[in-house]
T-cell receptor, first 113, second 110 residues
């Protein structure tokens, strides 16, 4: 039981490049979320999903896309990377019955030059 | 939108001293959670408070939820070096969206 697995752990992009941050969970959780963490700003919700095929925007969705084709996977796509997207990204999942308690992955540290 | 303010931003204490971090919301929360993030790590759930005026303890950690369900605090008694990290509160107002405070960074001098 690995919990929430994020790949890659580190990534450097050039402005304008696109990439996908992977997130997978093996706990059969219905809820999954993406957050970004910036110094002094806590964790801000980017997108979230309440089940396969259902996604919705969080607080800071611009520049990011998500999809949820399976219960296990919730990839985050950066369409055209910008320096403002330099951050640490965390994926989290939660159980439908205790849906607010988040289990976080180890994070992806992204730098956009 | 809903905001959760957390203070202080940073605190440096001597080992054995107490530590407290506070969260305040502009609106009533259905519940509040606390997470701990070790340096270089990811947030880990500590506790959830649901009832007005609720107080919960975990060893040296005491969590409180205000009577109006708009504020909360985490108090650590006699800090240890293992307590270092960032402590986040996260408020819930219906649904599954958490709103995190900015966090309090705790450093402990031994």
């Amino acid at each position: 039981n690995a919990g929430v697995t994020q790949t890659p752990k580190f990534q450097v992009l050039k402005t304008g490049q696109s990439m996908t941050l992977q997130c997978a969970q093996d706990m059969n959780h219905e809820y999954m979320s993406w957050y970004r963490q910036d110094p002094g700003m806590g964790l801000r919700l980017i997108h979230y999903s309440v089940g396969a095929g259902i996604t919705d925007q969080g607080e800071v969705p611009n520049g990011y896309n998500v999809s949820r084709s399976t219960t296990e996977d919730f990839p985050l796509r950066l369409l055209s990377a910008a320096p403002s997207q330099t951050s640490v990204y965390f994926c989290a999942s939660s159980d439908r019955l205790i849906k607010n308690i988040q289990y976080f992955g180890a994070g992806t540290r992204l730098s956009v030059l | 939108g809903q905001q959760v303010m957390q203070i202080p931003q940073y605190q440096h204490v001597q080992e054995g001293e107490d530590f407290t971090t506070y969260c305040n919301s502009s609106t009533t929360l259905s519940n509040i959670q606390w997470y701990k993030q070790r340096p270089g790590g990811h947030p880990v759930f500590l506790i959830q408070l649901v009832k007005s005026g609720e107080v919960k303890k975990q060893k040296r950690l005491t969590f409180q939820f205000g009577e109006a369900k708009k504020n909360s605090s985490l108090h650590i008694t006699a800090t240890q070096t293992t307590d270092v990290g960032t402590y986040f509160c996260a408020g819930v107002k219906g649904g599954n969206k958490l709103v995190f405070g900015a966090g309090t960074i705790l450093r402990v001098k031994s």
